[in-house]
Structure formats: structure tokens, C-alpha cells
């Protein structure tokens, strides 16, 4: 789990945001704030963060909606904040996409257990991937065996080249920055040691890729990052 993680908390009433903000904060979070679902929405693209903190009754666009339009693009955990009680806000949240459910008056402990546990679940395959196994075209991740094939070649990789691998498979498709790679693939928060990333970067499609100086599978997003065809 990232030692710094970056929880956006997105809540419109400014006495609690600065409760939740410091409670995090002294829990050892990097919290971004956002106050309105628009904001959110841009904050997710901007801030990358590791877990949004999302509460269900917003100006403008309401949690659930904002829920929704984040799980088109982002499989971000989420966890929805509410002062209602009721059963069916818990389903409707849960089926908006949110991944956990937490209700107002909150209680810190739990919910810094809920935040734990739903970052620790982001790190493991999701719970549906029964076989272990990822198939992105020709390339094959056996999570099980932590073998890595490339049609029917295996291709034998170091502990941190295949948690890499891995990382960006379950990514498969989308960017992620070198700062986002450092800190989940390395647990580092520290940027300036982003060559780390290039030179495995470089390792991987040395191994993978046919032609390892046009690569197709491990692309370079320019001054972005990295992308795994999906
Ligand atoms: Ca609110």
C-alpha cells in the first residue's frame, strides 16, 4: 500500500471538510479537496488520486451522479459519505459504482479502517479475475504463478518487473503517470526518481515487445507517462 496515498475528498460543507481534512492529513494522507461534482470530476482527471471520498449530497450534480460519470473513465476506489441512513442510498451508491459506504455521524477509526481496506483491495486483482489470469492481447499474466507469456514464449521476469507489469495491466488502456507508478508499483512518493520507471520501462519491452525501439504494447504517453495497449 502507498505510504502517502491521495485521497480527494469531495464535500461541499466547509466545516466538516476541514475536520476530515485534518484527520487525514494527521493519518498520513495527501487529501486534495473539491466542493461540487464539476470540480470533482476535474480534480479526478488532474489529481490522480489513490481514493475519492465522495459525498452524497453536493450542489449541481449529485454524489450518485458524480459516482457514475467517474466509473466511466476511472477504477479509482470510492467510498460515499452520507448523513442518510436508509438501505436504499447504500444500494443505489454501491450500484453508482462507490465501493464502500460510510454514514454521517463518522466516526474516524472506521473510517480510516474503510479507506485502508479499500486501498488494500486496489492492489489485488479484482475479486471476478477467478483464473489469476490477464490477457491483454498477445501478452498473457498469470497472477497465480506470477508467470508472464507473450504468445506461447514465457518470458521470465525480475519480482519488481512483473509487479510493474502488473500494475499497468490493471490499467490496462489508461495513462498513469511516473509519479503514480513510483508510488504503487515502488511505494515512493518521490518523483525525482522517476528514471527508475524508465529503466524498467526500457527492461519490460526489451522482453516484451517485438520491436522493442517502436513499441506497441508498452506505449510512452509524451509528457505524461505510460500506457499498456488495452
Ligand atoms: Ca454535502
Known amino acids: 500500500m502507498p505510504k502517502h496515498a491521495r485521497i480527494l475528498l469531495v464535500e461541499d460543507e466547509p466545516a466538516f471538510v476541514e475536520t476530515l481534512r485534518f484527520q487525514l492529513q494527521r493519518a498520513g494522507y495527501d487529501v486534495r479537496v473539491a466542493s461540487d461534482g464539476d470540480a470533482a470530476l476535474a480534480a479526478v482527471q488532474r489529481a490522480k488520486p489513490d481514493?475519492?471520498?465522495?459525498d452524497l449530497i453536493l450542489p449541481g450534480l449529485d454524489g450518485m451522479e458524480v459516482c457514475r460519470r467517474i466509473r466511466d473513465t476511472s477504477t479509482?476506489?470510492?467510498?460515499?459519505?452520507?448523513?442518510?441512513?436508509?438501505?436504499g442510498d447504500k444500494v443505489t451508491g454501491l450500484e453508482a459504482g462507490a465501493d464502500d459506504y460510510v454514514t454521517k455521524p463518522i466516526q474516524t477509526r472506521e473510517l480510516l479502517a474503510r479507506i485502508k481496506a479499500a486501498l488494500r483491495r486496489a492492489q489485488l486483482p479484482p475479486a471476478s479475475d477467478t483464473t489469476m489470469i490477464m490477457t491483454i492481447g498477445d501478452l498473457k499474466i498469470d497472477l497465480g504463478r506470477h508467470s508472464v507469456f507473450v504468445g506461447?514464449?514465457?518470458?521470465?521476469?525480475?519480482?519488481?518487473?512483473?509487479?510493474?507489469?502488473?500494475?499497468l495491466a490493471r490499467n490496462a488502456g489508461q495513462v498513469v503517470t511516473r509519479e503514480q507508478i513510483m508510488r504503487r508499483v515502488w511505494g515512493v512518493d518521490d518523483a525525482e526518481d522517476s528514471r527508475t520507471v524508465d529503466v524498467h520501462v526500457r527492461w519490460l519491452r526489451e522482453?516484451?515487445?517485438?520491436?522493442?525501439?517502436?513499441?506497441?504494447?508498452?506505449?510512452?504517453?509524451?509528457?505524461?507517462g505510460y500506457r499498456l495497449a488495452g
Not at 51 to 54: F, H, N, P, R, S
Not at 76 to 87: C, D, E, K, Q, S
Not at 152 to 165: G, I, S, T, W, Y
Not at 208 to 223: C, F, G, I, Y
Open 152 to 167: 506461447d514464449r514465457e518470458v521470465p521476469l525480475r519480482a519488481k518487473e512483473f509487479e510493474f507489469l502488473t500494475y
Open 207 to 224: 522482453k516484451l515487445e517485438r520491436d522493442p525501439s517502436r513499441p506497441k504494447l508498452l506505449q510512452t504517453v509524451r509528457n505524461v
Open 76 to 87: 479509482t476506489p470510492i467510498i460515499m459519505l452520507t448523513a442518510r441512513t436508509g438501505v
Open 51 to 54: 481514493l475519492i471520498l465522495l
